[in-house]
């Protein structure tokens, strides 16, 4: 089955503490983006990537970090100077970056206590 | 002014209605619209993609764009308990990047049995 895996599903992490984000996907596509969803609040941009080893910030980059060694894998890092970080995380991919058809994976929801 | 604004809901109708989900938005310069469905817990998946103005059917699914108005519109024929969903526009300007998409809140669908 093509598509896109994040995990875990739900992250508990303590105050201070950095923590990882999977994303991986077996789509073949340049284009992964990461976002963040709030209860209320839109999709918000964080980082993207349209090619391996490059990648750019979104609207909300601050307290984040990426990373994209291989073209399958986008993961993300939430920093403790992320000052707000309990959040849905969504991941997802394009063909390419000029592509409006994303296709998202089922999310990781981060609960820091 | 927000650039995209959609009424978050939660919009009730009776199994078999006619639902009518609409977004408004400022930035003249979108051309591409979509709209995605979001189940709880889940990531976002691709219902309808549009071009410019006009009308789109997959279904019981309808897109309508009125770019004069600022307005597009997501209808839903025959509406069914399964499609109870949150409901997320998404739009972008013509040459926009990666980072050109831009999300509005969603609305939150419930269809009673």
New interface residues.
């Given amino acids: 089955d093509g598509g896109?895996t994040?995990s875990p599903k739900y992250l508990f992490r303590k105050e201070g503490q950095n923590v990882t984000l999977s994303c991986e996907q077996n789509l073949n596509h340049d284009?992964m983006?990461w976002y963040r969803q709030d209860p209320?609040?839109?999709?918000r941009?964080i980082y993207?990537s349209?090619i391996v080893n490059d990648f750019?910030k979104?609207?909300i980059a601050e307290g984040y970090s990426v990373s994209r060694e291989k073209k399958e894998s986008f993961p993300l890092t939430v920093t403790s100077a992320q000052k707000n970080p309990t959040a849905?995380y969504?991941c997802?991919s394009?063909i390419d970056?000029?592509s409006?058809?994303?296709?998202?994976?089922?999310?990781t929801?981060l609960t820091v206590l | 002014q927000k650039e995209?604004e959609?009424d978050?809901g939660p919009l009730s109708v009776p199994e078999g209605a006619i639902v009518s989900l609409n977004c408004t938005y400022s930035n003249s310069a979108f051309q591409?619209f979509?709209w995605?469905r979001q189940y709880s817990?889940?990531?976002?998946?691709?219902l309808m993609?549009t071009y410019s103005s006009g009308n789109k059917e997959d279904g019981r699914f309808t897109a309508q764009v009125d770019k004069s108005s600022k307005y597009i519109s997501l209808f839903i024929r025959d509406s069914q308990p399964s499609d109870s969903a949150t409901y997320?526009c998404?739009m972008?300007a013509s040459g926009g990047?990666?980072?050109g998409?831009?999300?509005?809140?969603?609305t939150h669908l419930i269809i009673q049995p």
């Fill in positions: 896109i994040q284009a983006y209320g609040q839109g999709l941009l993207y349209q750019q979104g609207d849905f969504l997802a394009s970056g000029g409006d058809t994303q296709y998202f994976g089922p999310g929801r | 995209v959609q978050p591409y979509m995605y817990r889940k990531g976002p998946e691709l993609y997320l998404a972008r990047g990666a980072d998409l831009t999300f509005g809140k969603g």
